[in-house]
């Protein structure tokens, strides 16, 4: 019996994984430690609720340096 394989899970990491000690980001992706800590066990809505929050939190968190996130 052949398993579909499920879908490989939504991941903003751009594999720049720096965290800011000042504002505790990482300035690759944008979350927080907790947010790449939990990110496995959390639903595909909410991967996406917060992958779509990170654009601005980039932009927030480095003015003028532009968003990395895809």
Sequence with gaps: ???PLSPK???PCTK??????RNGL????????????LWGSLSEPQR???????PERLARA???RGARVR
């Design 16 to 21: 720049v994984c720096v965290l800011d000690a």
């Design 26 to 37: 990482c300035e690759g992706c944008g979350r927080t430690r907790e947010e790449i800590g």
């Design 62 to 64: 480095y003015p003028g």
């Design 48 to 54: 996406r609720a917060i992958m779509a929050i990170l």
């Design 1 to 3: 019996m052949i398993v």
């Design 9 to 11: 899970p939504s991941s």
